[in-house]
Structures are given as C-alpha cells and as structure tokens.
Nanobody
Framework: VQLQASGGGLVQAGGSRGLSCVAS????????MGWFRQAPGKEREFVAG????????SYADSVKGRFTISRDNVKNTVYLQMNSLKPEDTAVYSC??????????????WGQGTEVTVSS
C-alpha cells in the first residue's frame, strides 16, 4: 500500500490544522493506522493511532485532548485534526499502516511526510 500525507503548512500558535493521508494500492480498511512526527534534531515519535474500523484510538500524552485521529474507509483516507497547536508541535508528520499503537516496528508501510510549522 502506498501512503501520501498532505495538509502541512505554517500555522500560528493556538491555531488548527488538518492533515490527510490517502492510501492507494490496497484498501485502507484492512489496516490500523498511525500518525508519527519527527521534529528537527529529534527522534520520530508516535502521535496517534486508529483501529481498522475506527472504533479504537490511541494518543500520545503530548497531544491528547488537542489532536483527533479519524478515518474514512470509503475514501481510503485517514485524518489528523490538530487544534491548539504549539510551537513544539512543529515537525514532519507521516502516516503509517499496520497498528494503532506507539511502537514503530509494528507498522509495515510508511508514507512521505508533510511538514507542519507552528509559529509563536
């Protein structure tokens, strides 16, 4: 499965941004999905995950209550709605298929990232 994330850009602190991840090649409904991010000079970190049906979600503590992951299996798309953004949310955000949990080793497919920059 091929994954393509989009929606990144420049946003002011306190603002909102929505990211999308479109899958091609195979139906997305077969996979749990996750969002990860990597800030400059830092390791990649888990942001949020969602089960294949959308019935279960998981979040990193740093984004809980601010970010929402969702999916539309008809559109083969996973979303990440980011609210109350902080400068420390600045990173390249990538989507991945295979799990809804935080361990990157559980994911089989990775997409190219989309960059989000939060200005203070």
């Amino acid at each position: 499965v091929q994954l393509q994330a989009s929606g990144g850009g420049l946003v002011q602190a306190g603002g909102s941004r929505g990211l999308s991840c479109v899958a091609s090649g195979r139906t997305l409904s077969s996979y749990a999905m996750g969002w990860f991010r990597q800030a400059p000079g830092k390791e990649r970190e888990f942001v949020a995950g969602i089960s294949s049906s959308g019935g279960r979600t998981s979040y990193a503590d740093s984004v809980k209550g601010r970010f929402t992951i969702s999916r539309d299996n008809v559109k083969n798309t996973v979303y990440l709605q980011m609210n109350s953004l902080k400068p420390e949310d600045t990173a390249v955000y990538s989507c991945a298929a295979g799990s809804l949990y935080s361990s990157a080793s559980n994911y089989n497919y990775w997409g190219q990232g989309t960059e989000v920059t939060v200005s203070s």
